[in-house]
C-alpha cells in the first residue's frame, strides 16, 4: 500500500480559530479527515502529524524514509520562512514533497514572500485556501501511486 505523509507546522493546530479570515473555519481535524476519505478511495495510507517544535518535524521526515514514504506534503507554517533544518532534512530522505499554503504567502508581508523549500519541492500550492491541501495529495497519488 502507498504511503503519503502529510505535516503541519506551527500554530497549523490552531486553524478554525486563528485568524479565520486568512486561514478559514475549517479545523486540521477536518483537513485530514477528508484526506484521509480521498487515501482510502484510492487504497493509500495516509501519516499525518502536526507540531508546533520544529525537530518534531525534522524526526518525522526523517522516519518516513523508514516507512516508505513515496511523497510528504507539507504546510511547514511560519517554518516556511526560517528553516534551514526542513530543508536539509527533507533533501536528506529524497522523498518528494509538495509545499503547501493555506494563505497566499506572496500576497502577504514581505517576510513571509521566502520560502527556504520551494525551490526543492515537486510543487507549491498557495493561496487556494484548505483546497490546497486537497490538490497536493490527488497530484501525488496521481504521480506517485
Do not use: W
Amino acid at each position: 500500500m502507498t504511503k503519503f505523509m502529510l505535516l503541519n507546522g506551527p500554530n497549523l493546530n490552531l486553524l478554525g480559530k486563528r485568524e479565520p479570515e486568512i486561514y478559514g473555519s475549517n479545523t486540521l481535524e477536518d483537513i485530514e479527515k477528508k484526506l484521509i476519505e480521498l487515501t482510502k478511495l484510492e487504497e493509500c495510507e495516509l501519516i499525518s502529524y502536526q507540531s508546533n517544535a520544529e525537530h518534531e518535524l525534522v524526526d518525522k521526515i526523517h522516519t518516513a524514509k523508514e516507512l516508505d514514504v513515496k511523497c510528504i506534503i507539507i504546510n511547514p507554517g511560519a517554518l516556511t520562512h526560517s528553516s534551514i533544518a526542513l530543508r536539509d532534512a527533507l533533501s536528506g530522505v529524497n522523498i518528494p514533497f509538495i509545499e503547501v499554503h493555506i494563505s497566499n504567502i506572496y500576497a502577504r508581508e514581505d517576510f513571509r514572500k521566502k520560502s527556504f523549500l520551494s525551490d526543492i519541492a515537486e510543487g507549491v500550492i498557495s493561496g487556494l485556501g484548505v483546497k490546497g491541501y486537497e490538490l497536493a495529495l490527488l497530484k501525488a497519488i496521481d504521480k506517485f501511486n
